[in-house]
């Protein structure tokens, strides 16, 4: 069954290493998250934007195929089904349609705004037993039509929304959605130590997991960061993947139009990105 984030969060942060957040759209890219996970033996936790939940239907039916997933592919590890940069509507229907975690976005209103949106939805999450991830500061660049500026989040306003009881906080410290440019700055490890002092045992949150260089990923979690988002990496290997089986015509060969598989270059190189990013987040046989 599918499990809050907090406890294999809390246990990351306590132990120094990352859970990953992959975000899914579809069957397949659900499947080769969970296979990779089971074969790791790595907690994970699934990652649901506001339109791939629309692209799938609906959040209901999410719920319904991970948990099939679950049950049919014999799934042992932990994971938690998490709604990604969600509103508060969005987080309102996915608490009610049995995801098990849920992110809160409040970066974009004023604080005090986020800090009495984060707070209602904190007490909906304990009442039923779910994680609540809050943001603070934003993530720059966009993601499914989320759009951020990428000011680094303010460390005493990290505290006031960690006091608020959330699971974990994602602060914006130069992180940002998609590539990175080339003349990105890196990530503000000032910010970041600044906010763990001040937030304790909170597990941080950071995103836009794509392209950021292994040392800079290492420092992080070195100073608190317990959860780590990718997306844009697992479409680009996929898109690759794709791309190379189309292009070699190996889809005009024998019944190689069979979508099981035209889909199933991708697949394996979704599993061989999440593989890639458990060993270096540290989370493989920490289950
Ligand atoms: O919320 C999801 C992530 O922050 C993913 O970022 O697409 O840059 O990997 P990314
Ligand atoms: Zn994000």
Known sequence: ALVSAKEMLTKAKAGKYAVGQFNINNMEWTKAVLLT????????????????????????????????????????????????????EGAKACINAGFSSVMFDGSHYPIEENIEKTKILVNACDVLGLSLEAEVGSIGGEEDGVVGAGECADPGECKTIAELGVTMLAAGIGNIHGKYPENWAGLSFDTLDAIQKLTGDMPLVLHGGTGIPEDMIKKAISLGVAKINVNTECQLSFAAATREYVEAGKDQQGKGFDPRKLLAPGFEAIKATVKEKMELFGSVNKA
Do not use: W
């Open 37 to 88: 996970a089971q074969e790791m033996n790595s907690p994970v936790i699934l990652g649901v934007s506001e339109g791939a939940g629309k692209y799938m239907c609906g959040y209901k039916t999410i719920v319904g195929m991970v948990n099939g997933m679950l049950e049919e592919l014999n799934i042992t590890v932990p994971v938690a089904l998490h709604l990604d940069h969600g509103s508060f």
